[in-house]
């Protein structure tokens, strides 16, 4: 089974968006995928842009934020940043996960490999276009787990 963690900085808003649509996508393709943050205070609910934007798309998540430790680490196959920043941090604090930390566009193939924007305390349209870059990647991330060819890179 394939463990995906999708990584940003509180956990309140693109990784649990993020979280939340590609298990609503790859329903069905034995994924467990979850979501943290590297500065997260635990237990803390998605911000509400982030939950109305969800719930926009007909997507139910009932999210409580995490920090990502050790354990989260382990557990992960594939850990997808959204930034260049969370990737370096999560290097400088588990430099064993090197070979499994990337960020998101980066890993789809997504030129320039750019980093996702933090809407945090924007507006709910700051959210939505959030979301579509987010869904975006989500989607080569889809094809890339169907197509055997592209999935090898994903299984490594």
Known sequence: MKRILFVCTGNTCRSPMAEAIFRAKSDGQGLEIRSAGVAASAGQDASLHAKQVLEERGIAHDHKASKVDEGLIEWSDVILTM?????????????????????????VGIEGFSDIADPYGGSLMDYRRCAEEIEESLERLSLMLKDPGLRKSVDE
């Open 83 to 107: 930034t260049h920043g969370h990737k370096r941090a999560i290097l400088t604090y588990f430099p064993s996960a090197t070979e499994k930390v990337h960020t998101l566009q980066e890993f």
